[in-house]
T-cell receptor, first 115, second 112 residues
Framework: AQSVSQHNHHVILSEAASLELGCNYSYGGTVNLFWYVQYPGQHLQLLLKYFSGDPLVKGIKGFEAEFIKSKFSFNLRKPSVQWSDTAEYFCAVKGAGAGSYQLTFGKGTKLSVIP | DADVTQTPRNRITKTGKRIMLECSQTKGHDRMYWYRQDPGLGLRLIYYSFDVKDINKGEISDGYSVSRQAQAKFSLSLESAIPNQTALYFC???????????FGPGTRLTVL
């Protein structure tokens, strides 16, 4: 069974600090990987995704993530956070095959950015 | 962008009541999903449907049922609501290859 582990439940940073949120997954095959963001009171929005190719993926709002296959990891990074990045972040994994439908989410990491 | 819409957005109901949450999409996707989100647990899959005649249980289907009335509509029902079904419910669709999912705005359900 596939699973996703997000290392931090709640991260508190000051504005301009660098961010790295950890994500490790368990799946016995080729994967598609995602980071979603949920701003307070809003729905899930896709930040970035990895299907294949360059393991360093750039997303919206200055976020990026690196897929390290040997470590089963897909960590999210941002060099300088802003107060508006305060949100909950979810990592998700899905098998890459056409018959794979199950998108499995991590439990989420809350990010609080202090002005 | 309102490609995936959900109604109602908020609902308060009482234990034992039947309630239906509705989802509509204009993306033309065949695949649709229902998730619930609980604090600290992330999103968990309740039901999914690959087309109008294909409905499947997810990891937490007990206490829920679904109906796929058309390609664009996928409804979630709680036949007899209980307080531990208080949660945020999301509908999603995915592209034909099933690679990416697109989420609706969510329905916040409170069962008293």
């Amino acid at each position: 069974a596939q699973s996703v582990s997000q290392h931090n439940h709640h991260v508190i940073l000051s504005e301009a600090a660098s961010l790295e949120l950890g994500c490790n997954y368990s799946y016995g095959g080729t994967v598609n990987l995602f980071w979603y963001v949920q701003y307070p009171g809003q729905h899930l929005q896709l930040l970035l995704k990895y299907f294949s190719g360059d393991p360093l993926v750039k997303g919206i709002k200055g976020f990026e993530a690196e897929f390290i296959k040997s470590k089963f990891s897909f960590n999210l990074r941002k060099p300088s956070v802003q107060w508006s990045d305060t949100a909950e972040y979810f990592c998700a994994v899905k098998g890459a095959g056409a018959g794979s439908y199950q998108l499995t989410f991590g439990k989420g990491t809350k990010l609080s950015v202090i002005p | 962008d309102a490609d995936v819409t959900q109604t109602p957005r908020n609902r308060i109901t009482k234990t034992g009541k039947r309630i239906m949450l509705e989802c509509s999409q204009t993306k033309g996707h065949d695949r649709m999903y229902w998730y619930r989100q609980d604090p600290g647990l992330g999103l968990r899959l309740i039901y999914y449907s690959f087309d109008v005649k294909d409905i499947n249980k997810g990891e937490i289907s007990d206490g829920y049922s679904v109906s796929r009335q058309a390609q664009a509509k996928f409804s979630l029902s709680l036949e007899s609501a209980i307080p531990n079904q208080t949660a945020l419910y999301f509908c999603a669709t995915s592209d034909p290859q099933g690679r990416e999912q697109f989420f609706g705005p969510g329905t916040r359900l409170t069962v008293l």
